[in-house]
């Protein structure tokens, strides 16, 4: 238990900032290019705003591992990453400026495809084959669920194109919004339908 | 609970080791010993086990960094008793109270050290003594040996509007 008396020496630092908010800008500045220099820094992140919300984006030294919309929880992907990456995880926009130019131009419009590093550790086996066939289907253009299935070689795995679709570790760089039913209806989304549906008009026009 | 993104363990007890830092270094090595003990956690981090008290831990990396900077100190050629009294020169706005530190470096240093870890970083008798070496006793006695020297060397905390109490 405190007493009052322990309070009361706490006082004493009262001088100390409880929070000095330069000082701590300045040191997680250093703290990130020295973890960077020592190798240390096997997760990097930022975040950014965009036309269908705040994107997460995290990289690794192979690429950029992860996009995620609001809507999943950044803090909740942020853990998961720890847990199936690497708990050396920093905030530090710097490595990912690139890949957040890139994806400002894609929102633009003065951007069709996207040329950067992936690193795709997160996917895997058929999952991992139907993702690595999205970039194939055309800005603009469109790809049922069905004919995605065909062009990752099991016709038949309809429902497990969906599934590889709901799981994409890189929306938006990795196209999955651009498969649709059959029936021409947009179907399902990570970012929900009306982020789909706001990146499908923004190649539409 | 798995272990945390690293970037959390920063935002949660950043600020505290740095008071913990400027607390046993004073201003102008603190930063130092900040930046030498958040990127040996991170080092260690992944290794760090799921249950363990964070703070503990953390402030035991500062202190083994603050002991090797007061040996650095120690060995640098020409010593001054006391940092004179001088404008900051840093500009930075944030520089805290001298006379703060100028109280707490008059102590000696385990009686700093266990001041600082016991009231700024919250830390039980216990795992200071483990910290420090020495007995849960010897640790309570050094905190309070120190605060009780602060207190009366250090005046300026304990007046309200100036008036002394």
Not at chain 1, 48 to 67: K, S, W
Not at chain 2, 36 to 51: G, H, I, N, S
Request: glycine share 6%; with cysteine; charged share 25%.
């Amino acid at each position: 238990m405190m007493t009052i008396h322990e309070n009361d020496d706490r006082n004493l630092f009262d001088a100390l900032p409880a929070i000095d908010f330069d000082a701590s800008k300045r040191l997680h500045i250093e703290l990130v290019s020295a973890a960077q220099r020592e190798g240390l820094l096997d997760v990097a992140y930022r975040t950014m705003d965009t036309p269908v919300g705040e994107l997460l984006l995290a990289g690794t030294e192979r690429g950029l591992v992860r996009v995620a919309f609001a809507g999943q929880g950044h803090d909740k992907v942020l853990a998961s990453l720890a847990a199936t990456i690497s708990p050396r995880i920093l905030r530090a926009p710097d490595r990912l400026d690139e890949v957040a130019r890139q994806i400002e131009q894609y929102f633009s419009g003065r951007r069709r495809t996207f040329d950067l590093p992936l690193d795709w550790r997160l996917s895997r086996g058929f999952r991992l084959n139907v993702l690595s066939h999205l970039p194939d289907i055309a800005y603009g253009r469109t790809a049922s669920y069905a004919e995605v299935a065909a062009v990752a070689g099991s016709p038949r795995a309809v429902r497990a194109v969906g599934t590889a679709c709901a799981t994409n570790p890189l929306p938006v760089v990795v196209p999955c919004h651009r498969v649709v039913r059959s029936d021409g209806t947009s179907g399902g989304y990570v970012g929900g339908v009306e982020a789909k549906a706001t990146l499908l008009n923004l190649e539409a026009a | 609970m798995k272990v945390k993104p690293f970037e959390q363990i920063v935002d949660e007890y950043g600020p505290m080791v740095l008071r913990v830092c400027r607390a046993v270094l004073g201003p102008a090595d603190a930063e130092d010993a900040w930046s030498e003990t958040f990127l040996a956690a991170l080092r260690a981090y992944p290794e760090l086990a799921e249950d363990a008290n964070v703070e503990a831990w953390l402030v035991t990396i500062a202190h083994r960094k603050a002991v090797d900077a007061t040996r650095a100190t120690a060995r640098r050629p020409v010593m001054v008793e006391r940092v004179p009294e001088r404008p900051s020169t840093t500009g930075r706005p944030e520089d805290w109270d001298g006379d703060l530190w100028a109280a707490l470096s008059a102590l000696p240093t385990k009686q700093r050290m266990a001041v600082a870890y016991h009231y700024l970083a919250d830390l039980p008798y216990a795992e200071i003594a483990a910290i420090l070496g020495g007995s849960r006793d010897a640790a309570r006695r050094a905190a309070a040996d120190g605060i009780k020297t602060l207190r009366t060397t250090y005046r300026h905390a304990t007046s309200v509007g100036g008036e002394a109490r």
